[in-house]
């Protein structure tokens, strides 16, 4: 099994769908579709009970490529506020639900906002 550390939440660990390998740093690791481990992550995130937690949020922030500014623009807030949110873990539930519509509308298309 493989930490996956790398994509910023802490309970993502890999079965399958990875390569180790040496290198001249030391041992590597190759992930076979990275797209789409984290297309599976983020799906899993925005399906999950309860709140996102600050560091869900900035995962999928990122892939929904925004920045600070361009989310709390959509929500109708500062930038500040947003990194609080991912500081903190602690956003408004409007925007918990809000966040996951907007990823589930540009990935996946007609989503129910």
């Given at each position: 099994m493989?930490?996956?550390r790398e994509c910023g939440?802490?309970?993502v660990w890999l079965t399958n769908g990875f390569d180790t390998h040496e290198t001249a740093y030391g041992p590597g690791?190759?992930?076979h579709d990275l797209d789409g481990?984290?297309?599976t992550i983020a799906h899993g995130l925005v399906g999950k009970g309860g709140k996102l937690t600050g560091s869900e949020l900035r995962f999928l922030r990122h892939e929904?490529?925004?920045s600070q500014a361009k989310l709390a623009?959509?929500?109708g807030n500062e930038a500040q506020t947003v990194a609080l949110w991912e500081?903190?873990?602690s956003q408004p539930k409007i925007a918990?639900?809000?966040i996951r519509a907007i990823y589930r509308e540009l990935n996946e298309g007609n989503a129910q906002i």
């Amino acid at each position: 099994m493989y930490h996956y550390r790398e994509c910023g939440l802490r309970n993502v660990w890999l079965t399958n769908g990875f390569d180790t390998h040496e290198t001249a740093y030391g041992p590597g690791i190759a992930i076979h579709d990275l797209d789409g481990l984290h297309r599976t992550i983020a799906h899993g995130l925005v399906g999950k009970g309860g709140k996102l937690t600050g560091s869900e949020l900035r995962f999928l922030r990122h892939e929904m490529d925004l920045s600070q500014a361009k989310l709390a623009a959509m929500l109708g807030n500062e930038a500040q506020t947003v990194a609080l949110w991912e500081k903190r873990g602690s956003q408004p539930k409007i925007a918990d639900r809000f966040i996951r519509a907007i990823y589930r509308e540009l990935n996946e298309g007609n989503a129910q906002i």
